[in-house]
């Protein structure tokens, strides 16, 4: 696939639409996240114009094991579609796990399951938002110094070692001047 951050699917080529950077503009999510919510949005996007459009959807959702009404498709897509053309575009579609991610989706809506259900992991920086966010970087935190602590330790540890070695050379030519006398 292309590599994410260059060229989104916005658009056709020489259509006049702005270029549409996902690594850009959606930061909360890594280069790999990107890259397999691309890989998902290509897989569905059976007529390969660049959208996912409603029976692409449902056919993705019943793939999902969530098939959908035709209302409820029609909803998942509204809820989103910001340009009003009724299909999703891949900007679109990303709105959706950053939705997710940020804890904005209804528990029982079509687009939850779909976040739910693709399996690509949302968490920008371990779902459930800030509180985890926190935890993760305190541990990261304590894991760092911990770190630190057992380098420092090995590094004293080496230390004490060099310096016995040496007291045990000088020990071992004091001995052996004893020996020459």
Excluded: C, W
Excluded at 125 to 148: L, P
């Amino acid at each position: 696939g292309s590599p994410v951050g260059r060229v989104g699917l916005e658009g056709s080529p020489g259509g006049g639409r702005r270029v549409f950077s996902p690594a850009a503009e959606f930061r909360e999510f890594s280069r790999r996240q990107l890259r397999d919510m691309e890989r998902l949005f290509r897989q569905y996007d059976a007529g390969k114009d660049g959208f996912i459009d409603l029976m692409e959807l449902k056919l993705m959702m019943e793939k999902l094991g969530a098939p959908q009404t035709h209302l409820g498709l029609k909803n998942m897509i509204k809820e989103v579609d910001e340009d009003l053309d009724s299909k999703l575009s891949f900007r679109e579609f990303l709105l959706i796990f950053r939705k997710a991610a940020a804890g904005e989706l209804q528990e029982d809506s079509g687009l939850h399951a779909l976040a739910r259900l693709s399996e690509i992991d949302v968490s920008t920086e371990g779902v459930k938002g800030a509180k985890n966010f926190f935890e993760a970087k305190a541990q990261a935190i304590h894991d760092a110094s911990r770190f630190e602590e057992e380098i420092k330790a090995e590094q004293e540890e080496k230390k004490k070692q060099a310096e016995e070695l040496k007291q045990r050379k000088a020990a071992f030519k004091e001995l052996q001047s004893t020996f020459k006398q």
